[in-house]
């Protein structure tokens, strides 16, 4: 991702407060993890004209690939499935992270057909684990993974050792380093919450900040 388009993400997750920085009273994610850091894109939904500059680099982001599907992960990922395949002009369907317990029991509810180039879309990357379950889902039903793309990443290093074993290209809008000094730019965290938040990325499962908040 370019830096221009990666700085105006930021920014704009930012301002909408998608994206919440705070270092010394962290939060808990369900996985027990203590993060400075909490995201929720889904709050794009609620802002026309920030989505839509959101949306709109999605969709620039993954119009080299040619998919012929674009798939969202279930359910952060669905929205911003369907409102870039709506600027592409393309078919959108979603992938569960289990089978439906009734009906016809489906993981994918929409129509990927064998053969079908898709992109994987997602709400953000931490560990990667529901974007890359999603693909493996599409790819049991037949078709070809031509991407991974992602609003907002963390850059955990659990994260990146995977992408670097994937065939195909998986990206993000912008990063977890770009925002960060973003903000402190901004004057919205100081230069030693910077560096705070660098070693929460650095290794999350060792920072221990003083306070926590449940997220």
């Not at 929720?40 to 004209?49: A, G, I, T």
């Not at 180039?117 to 039903?141: H, P, R, Y």
């Not at 609003?151 to 050792?161: M, P, R």
């Not at 650095?202 to 997220?215: D, I, V, Y």
Request: contains cysteine.
């Amino acid at each position: 991702m370019d830096a221009s388009t990666a700085t105006v993400v930021a920014e704009t997750l930012l301002s909408i407060e998608a994206v919440t920085l705070s270092p010394d009273k962290p939060f808990t994610w369900s996985s027990g993890l203590k993060s400075p850091i909490y995201c929720d894109n889904r709050l794009l939904l609620s802002y026309p004209e920030e989505r839509k500059v959101v949306y709109e680099a999605l969709a620039e982001s993954i119009r080299s690939l040619n998919p012929d599907v674009i798939a969202g992960t279930a359910t952060a990922g669905i929205p911003h499935a369907a409102w870039t395949a709506e600027l592409l002009g393309l078919p959108m369907a979603y992938v569960r992270s289990s089978s439906k317990g009734h009906g016809k029991q489906n993981k994918i509810e929409g129509k990927i057909d064998p053969g079908s180039k898709v992109v994987i879309i997602e709400d953000l990357i931490s560990t990667g684990g529901s974007a890359f379950q999603a693909a493996q889902a599409a790819e049991e039903a037949g078709a070809e993974i031509v991407g991974i793309a992602a609003i907002f990443t963390y850059e955990l290093e659990a994260s990146q050792k995977i992408i670097a074993e994937k065939p195909y290209p998986v990206t993000s809008l912008t990063t977890f380093s770009k925002l960060a000094k973003i903000a402190e730019k901004k004057g919205e965290i100081t230069a030693s919450q910077l560096d705070s938040l660098k070693q929460w990325q650095q290794s999350p499962e060792t920072w221990n900040p003083a306070g926590e908040r449940q997220a």
